[in-house]
């Protein structure tokens, strides 16, 4: 299946156009390739993630028409998924967080208590983590395992006002058993360690 400039516009939904220098038409037919149960958007978005074109995108994006639900519902399963990945190819959290304020699903909830299992060296470096949960356990999990390696693991507890928080739980996440509110870190309050884990790579 080939697409036109104008299907590769409709993938972006709204009239978001993306600027010719971002990528070719023909490199996007030739990844586009047949996949089942995969919507437009999320194939679009795969695109742009393995190319790690994702500044372009913003760029493309940013003052345009707002972005429609269903390429907002497939960046946000795209996040749970992929989000630390993403957080890595971009490489600049503010960027990051433009990114996610345009592209998530607007939270409409109230203000929280949220847990997170963050890496020490990132945390004293203030580079706290988007994606934080209600669910204590999972932090401890990650607190004690992903992001605990080439440093100790932290158990950070904080006060999410609505405000800070950019997206709630999809379906994916709740599956996953996660719970997973995606937050703006800066706008966090009281954020307290109340359990530090050792280095786990020293085991490995």
Not at 48 to 53: A, D, E, G, Y
Not at 66 to 75: D, G, H, L, Q, T
Not at 127 to 143: H, M, N, Q, R
Request: charged share 25%.
């Amino acid at each position: 299946m080939r697409y036109s400039r104008q299907n590769i516009s409709c993938l972006s939904v709204s009239a978001i156009d993306i600027p010719e220098e971002i990528m070719k038409l023909e490199d996007f037919a030739a990844y586009n390739r047949p996949q089942s149960k995969v919507s437009d958007e999320r194939k679009f978005l795969d695109y742009i993630h393995s190319r790690n074109r994702w500044v372009e995108f913003i760029k493309s994006i940013d003052n345009a028409k707002p972005v429609s639900i269903a390429m907002k519902n497939s960046f946000h399963s795209q996040w749970v998924e992929s989000g630390a990945f993403i957080r890595e190819k971009i490489n600049d959290d503010s960027i990051l967080l433009k990114l996610l304020t345009l592209l998530l699903p607007t939270y409409d909830g109230d203000s929280l208590v949220l847990y997170r299992g963050e890496n020490k060296d990132r945390f004293d470096k203030g580079l706290i983590g988007f994606c934080w949960t209600t669910d204590i356990s999972v932090a401890e999990k990650f607190g004690r395992g992903l992001n605990a390696y080439k440093s100790p693991g932290l158990l950070l507890r904080a006060e999410a006002p609505a405000c800070s928080i950019l997206a709630g739980p999809n379906a994916h996440s709740r599956y996953l058993g996660e719970n997973e509110f995606t937050v703006n870190p800066s706008r966090l309050s009281n954020i307290t360690v109340i359990e530090t884990y050792p280095d786990n790579s020293f085991f490995k």
